[in-house]
């Protein structure tokens, strides 16, 4: 990957838009790069009523229903480490996509969060992500921690 995207829900659908052209209008066409989206949606609504889907741009979607929460909290979904790891196997599965977008509603907290991972884990510098102190850094201590025992499961061989 040459990039991670860090959007909101409307930024990441002008984003994958973008790469959208006509029939018979290949040379009028947007973005040309290829791309894997993790689309991070809100539990309580079920989700912001459309998905994004494979297609010649699009290698890959996850698509994890997860609250902007940082504890248990009723009626609402906390991030877990189950969904730490799908996020480790979605990145190394899609590493050829030449950017991972990465969104949830605001493009604030929740997808800072995988957004600033994302970028260290692929050895970049992620210290924007932190600069203004709007991420969840729960998400991300869920994130480090997942990856940091799946390293420790390989040097233990299983």
Avoid at 48 to 75: R, S
Avoid at 126 to 155: C, H, K, P
């Amino acid at each position: 990957m040459k990039r991670v995207l860090v959007r909101s829900v409307r930024g990441a659908f002008e984003y994958v838009i973008g790469h959208y052209y006509c029939f018979g209008k290949e040379d009028a066409g947007g973005e040309p790069d290829s791309y894997a989206v993790i689309s991070i949606q809100d539990s309580h609504m079920g989700g912001f009523g459309f998905a994004f889907q494979e297609n010649q741009f699009c290698k890959g979607v996850l698509t994890l229903y997860f609250d902007d929460i940082v504890t248990e909290t009723a009626d609402a979904v906390l991030f877990t480490d189950e969904m730490a790891e799908q996020i480790l196997d979605f990145i190394a599965a899609h590493k050829d996509a030449e950017t991972l977008l990465v969104h949830c509603y605001a493009g604030e907290s929740r997808s800072r969060a995988v957004g600033a991972f994302a970028v260290d884990l692929l050895g970049g510098d992620n210290s924007a992500y932190f600069a203004d102190g709007r991420m969840n850094t729960y998400i991300y201590d869920v994130l480090e921690n997942a990856w940091v025992m799946r390293q420790l499961r390989r040097l233990d061989g299983e």
